[in-house]
């Protein structure tokens, strides 16, 4: 930014503390400055070349002689190349479109060319006021003296036009002198500029420095491209008939250009990197994520350098943005706009600007539903971007001090700003951003608020959008820390081009950029003396550039280990504001969680900030989603506005079927972009387009089943439940059994089958076998593994009777498949056949075996069975169940537990003992007697004999939490064995867990305890009794659901309108009363006032009065002596004035 980094190198230049640059000749402070030209240059013999002193390039549709050369410097320059057609008259707010041919116009010297209009926020002004005293004040406290080399003399700014999309190509003079510049094949740097989309131009960082720091084998260009009003209106109304974003589209033309010309100019087409400053890398960041493809974009490299720009996202508040623009240009339609004499425009435009709020710039990038499919900072999360660039970005150390108000000193001051700079009205975000940001203290990075909130805008405008990067490119960029003291927003530019304050620092930036630009690795060509540039990585590793050297250090936006999970958008959602969505897929709003929540940590907040400001966007709705009915919310979804493309990115624009005429669903702040692109939120939060509740599994993950028959997902189920039950049991059985053969024959080699330590290495074998395969399998096939487990889950009817018959033949072949993989595996026998111990008698083992299955199927039916309340350790508890089971019975019975495990071995070595029936009456007998007891339990309702509930434990296991709803006291429909939708009121939900933290205490949502026979049915596969029932029934009882999931939303909805209704009240009736108070104190202050000023008068006057009487009095005591005075004469003299009484005193009433 132009207004910055002159000031900033100017004014600090005394940090400056190495050599210069090696191809300028100047002191340690050069200022800003641009190319000198000679008068003569070498003639240059080539076979594009004119007779004349310069190189000329002939394109298709134009010729272009070189308008300058650097001797110097050794770089040729062609200025003022077009890349667009003007985009006036007609083409005003319209997409560039190709050059028209000038080819009669001869060979063009590149004196013609236009800069975009530009605009500067007053604010911006009276910071550069304040800038320029602070480095004068710098400047002569150190003595320092600046100096301007040849190389980087300053130039007039070029003229303002809406006629502004140019280039200009700077080519080093020994590539031109070569004869073929086809061939060169040199790699490209197109700059594009920042300015806050308001301001700058290609002109003002010329690239000769730059080319040299690359050895002279680099090609740079410079582009315009449409700012302000011109370049990035957006809104219904404007895109009605005009499009937004213009700015982005000339920039994508510009590389469009480069494509197809740079070759002819010796650059690369294959070998571009893009780079630029502020809004110049915000651009970029929207030309990666460009429509949301994943297709490979216009250059191969980028490097974002501050990437900043401030979300807009909502139509209401760029339709207001529209309409103030065509206001101030006197207007009342979009044909008037296009109709407008430029100046008109840029007048308007520059109203608006000039009067920004301070920060602002007013206009910049729109989520346009096309070329802007949603913010760039999620379509980065999601992966909707092309994942073949290489990536190289930084940011300053303090980027946001100048765009923070400077009277921010106190809490108050700071909610304030935040409302202002995140546009919400939701006191939940403030409050949640300003835990995030606590007050200042000894353990905070700032001592100020005004520090403070300079934080929270640098890293919601700049800082996040480079961890958004790395983050998305898999850690596999490099990143660097700009800190220079004062290390402000836009410093690094005159590092960038060669003319830094601090030379050393200079040259090491230069190297990097260059060398990336060369090679994809800064490290590669780096500047002598500078250490290597480290890739970000899991580490997070920045490059600092300051002036006490280039350490790494880790990024200060990477450190919350919460965020290394997979993200979803729900959980961007609900763990940045406290919105937690519930199993039935609505949200609903809570209270802030408290500091000691494991993902709302104080404790290295850096990452979770950036989330929380990346999920802005869903947080500053007036009503949260459940407020919009289930239509509203499908026809809002983002795969109606923009389809899904072969790729599986966006495709690009469309308009949704249920508004044909336009993309704006609806003039409130949410709308399609914000929805996840792959799905419509209705989806992703398990429903389908007709609001039936998605069928699945586990309903907490949802799959697209509901459009499929019930029996035909059932039948799939089976069989997916079967082949996974089969290769389960056999992983489990394999090392089980492998572990218990190498025990025996290690024991039997020694002659010690009955040693402790044998005994423990079957225990081990068999319990850790079980519970690893458990984990592995039991959201496959449920890991039952073991047919007496298998009949416990069909009695208490979790199993249907055919998926209990597929799962027991598959468990009785998955043992056969064990056994025979272990005896053709190992080169010894196969001995793990179940056997009764010497002294043991048939009728011992049978009941050893019986109790042992039934402990084992026990544990599976209390901690397994209820899914809804099944523990995430089950696992583990049943594998040390089998475990303990092992230690026990091993030695006397052999402890099989187990049909599928005894019968294996005798199978495979063809070996049954006359008591192997033991092994299979005795867990089928252990099953029934454990599943009667555990329904003797149900049956006496044991949840309510101890007052806890195991589902607590579940949000220390990172499970899904249950949700209690408040509406619950309406019927709700339940299945009943004959598949009828029965409607029967619900049990009186359990109270919320509350969750205390010192001085907080918030409400964790609770699902409600429905009716267990629903809930454990609702998880598998429909009975097929239920799949027989009728069609009407089926009907009537989806219909139920329908109608009870309407009617919790309709209460939810109204509930929350009428909080905000209440709140609204009671902000309207303070407000009110305020006003009031502030409007009767001012009236009786101007009233005092007025009675001060009368009282005044009226004293002046009587003194004025009582001196006059005084004076005549001594006048006619000196005439006649009697000292009498006529009180006639004294009427007379006051007349108009006072009047005098009989005494010949003066009254203070006038006439």
């Given at each position: ?144 003296a600046t100096s301007t080399s040849s190389a980087a003399a300053a130039t007039p ?367 590669e060509g780096r500047a002598a003396g500078t250490p290597e540039f480290p890739v ?616």
């Open positions: 930014m132009k207004w910055i980094t002159a000031l900033v190198s100017l004014g600090f230049c005394h940090v400056a503390l190495a050599a210069p640059h090696p191809n300028v000749m100047s002191s340690d402070c050069d200022t800003e400055a641009m190319p000198s030209t000679t008068a003569a240059a070498p003639t240059v013999s080539q076979a594009t070349a004119t007779s004349g002193s310069m190189p000329t390039i002939t394109l298709s549709y134009a010729t272009y002689a070189a308008a300058a050369y650097n001797e110097q410097t050794d770089v040729y320059t062609f200025k003022n190349i077009r890349f667009a057609a003007p985009p006036t008259g007609p083409l005003r707010f319209q997409p560039p479109q190709s050059p028209v041919d000038e080819t009669s116009l001869g060979v063009q010297d590149g004196s013609v060319g236009n800069t975009c209009y530009q605009s500067d926020p007053m604010w911006i002004v009276l910071e550069e006021i304040a800038l320029a005293s602070a480095a004068a004040a710098a400047a002569s406290s150190t003595g320092a700014t070029p003229p303002q036009s809406e006629d502004c999309l140019f280039l200009d190509v700077y080519i080093p003079g020994g590539t031109v002198r070569s004869g073929d510049l086809s061939s060169a094949n040199l790699p490209v740097m197109v700059w594009v500029y920042g300015g806050g989309y308001t301001n700058g131009y290609k002109d003002e960082f010329p690239g000769n420095l730059l080319i040299n720091a690359a050895d002279n084998q680099l090609i740079y260009v410079a582009i315009n491209y449409r700012l302000g009003a011109f370049g990035w209106l957006a809104g219904p109304t404007y895109q009605s008939n005009a499009t937004a974003n213009l700015g982005l589209y000339d920039q994508r033309a510009a590389f469009e250009w480069v494509q197809e010309y740079i070759e002819l100019f010796g650059g690369s087409k294959d070998d571009v990197t893009v780079f630029g400053e502020s809004a110049g890398g915000g651009s970029l960041m929207h030309q990666l994520t460009a429509y949301g493809s994943t297709d490979s974009p216009p250059f191969q490299k980028m490097i974002p350098q501050s990437p900043g720009w401030a979300p807009q996202y909502s139509p209401r508040l760029l339709e207001a943005q529209y309409q103030t623009l065509q206001a101030a240009a006197n207007c009342t339609s979009l044909q008037c706009l296009k109709d407008a004499p430029a100046e008109v425009l840029a007048a308007a435009s520059n109203e608006i600007v000039t009067n920004a709020p301070y920060g602002s710039f007013v206009f910049g990038p729109a989520v346009d539903g096309t070329f802007v499919p949603a913010l760039p900072g999620y379509l980065l999360l999601i992966g909707a971007f092309p994942k073949d660039v290489q990536v190289m970005s930084g940011h300053n150390a303090d980027e946001g001090y100048l765009f923070t108000p400077k009277n921010i000193l106190n809490e108050t001051d700071f909610e304030t700003f935040v409302y202002g700079l995140t546009s919400t009205t939701n006191p939940a975000v403030v409050a949640e951003i300003a835990a995030l940001y606590p007050p200042p203290s000894s353990s905070t990075p700032y001592t100020s608020n005004f520090e403070r909130a300079s934080l929270v805008t640098s890293e919601l405008v700049f800082t996040c959008n480079t961890r958004y990067l790395a983050t998305a490119f898999g850690n596999n960029t490099y990143n660097y820390l700009f800190d220079v003291p004062p290390a402000l927003h836009g410093q690094d530019i005159q590092y960038t081009f060669g003319v830094g304050a601090n030379q050393t620092v200079t040259a090491a930036l230069e190297g990097y950029l260059t060398s990336f630009a060369r090679f994809g690795n800064p490290s970000y990585g899991e580490a997070a590793n920045l490059l600092e550039l300051g002036i006490d050297g280039f350490p790494v250090v880790p990024d200060s936006n990477a450190n919350a280990r919460w965020l290394r999970q997979p993200y979803t958008y729900p959980q961007a959602l609900s763990q940045a504001v406290g919105r937690h969505a519930t199993s039935d897929g609505q949200y609903k709003v809570t209270t802030r969680p408290p500091s000691s929540s494991p993902h709302l940590t104080s404790h290295n907040p850096g990452v979770r900030r950036c989330l929380l400001l990346l999920s802005l966007p869903f947080t500053r709705l007036t009503l949260p989603c459940v407020s919009y009915k289930q239509q509203t919310m499908d026809s809002l979804a983002l795969d109606h506005f923009v389809p899904k493309g072969p790729d599986g990115g966006i495709a690009g624009p469309a308009k949704s079927s249920a508004h044909p005429d336009s993309m704006w669903a609806t003039t409130d702040d949410q709308y399609g972009a914000l929805a996840p692109p792959q799905t419509s939120l209705d989806r992703a939060l398990g429903h389908d387009r007709n609001g039936k509740k998605l069928q699945g599994k586990h309903h907490h993950i949802f799959s697209p089943l509901g459009r499929v028959r019930a029996h035909d997902a059932s039948l799939r189920n089976d069989f997916v439940a079967t082949i996974g039950e089969f290769v389960g049991t056999t992983m489990f059985l394999f090392v089980a059994l492998g572990g218990t053969n190498t025990a025996s024959y290690l024991a039997g080699a020694a002659d010690r089958t009955n040693f402790p330590q044998t005994i423990i290495y079957y225990a081990t074998a068999q319990g850790l076998g079980l519970l690893v395969t458990a984990f592995t399998f039991y959201r496959v096939s449920g890991s039952l593994f073991n047919p007496a487990i298998t009949l416990s889950l069909f009695m208490v009817r979790v199993l249907s009777w055919r998926r209990a018959i597929f799962l027991l033949g598959a468990q009785i072949a998955a043992g056969i498949a064990a056994s025979a993989l272990i005896d053709g595996l190992l080169p010894v026998p196969l001995v793990v056949s179940p056997s009764l111990a010497q002294g043991t008698s048939i009728t011992q083992g049978l009941f050893l075996e019986a109790f042992l299955t039934a402990y084992l199927c026990f544990t599976v039916l209390m901690c397994a069975a209820e899914k809804h309340r099944a523990t995430f350790i089950a696992p583990i508890i049943i594998g040390l169940a089998l475990f303990v089971i092992e230690l026990f019975g091993v030695v006397w019975s052999g402890a099989a537990v187990n049909p599928a495990r005894a019968f294996g071995p005798c199978v495979v070595t063809k070996s049954f003992p006359g008591y192997h029936w033991i092994y299979w009456a005795g867990p089928f007998i252990g099953s029934i007697f454990a599943t009667l007891f555990y329904v003797f339990l149900k049956w006496n309702e044991y949840e309510q004999v101890v007052a806890t509930d195991d589902r607590e434990t579940n949000k220390f296991m990172g499970m899904r939490l249950p949700h209690m709803h408040e509406h619950r006291s309406q019927p709700v429909p339940r299945r009943t064995s004959t598949g009828v939708a029965a409607v029967s009121p619900t049990r009186s939900a359990r109270p919320a867990r509350m969750v205390r933290d010192e001085e907080e205490a918030i409400a964790v949502q609770q699902y409600h305890d429905q009716d267990d026979d629903y809930e454990m049915k609702d998880l598998d596969p429909i009975p097929e009794d239920d799949v027989r029932a009728s069609e009407e029934t089926l009907h009537e009882q989806h219909q139920a659901e329908l109608e009870h999931e309407e009617r919790v939303q309709a209460q939810v909805r109204a509930d929350l309108e009428e909080y905000l209704a209440e709140k609204r009240r009671q902000y309207l009736t303070a407000h009110n009363a305020q006003t009031r108070a502030n409007a009767a104190s001012a009236a009786a202050a101007a009233r005092e006032q007025r009675a001060t000023r009368r009282d005044v008068l009226m004293l002046n006057e009587v003194a004025v009065d009582e001196s006059g009487r005084f004076s005549r009095a001594l006048m006619r005591m000196g005439q006649d002596g009697t000292g009498r005075s006529s009180r006639n004469s004294g009427r007379r003299s006051r007349e108009g004035h006072y009047r005098m009484n009989d005494n010949g005193e003066g009254s203070c009433k006038p006439w």
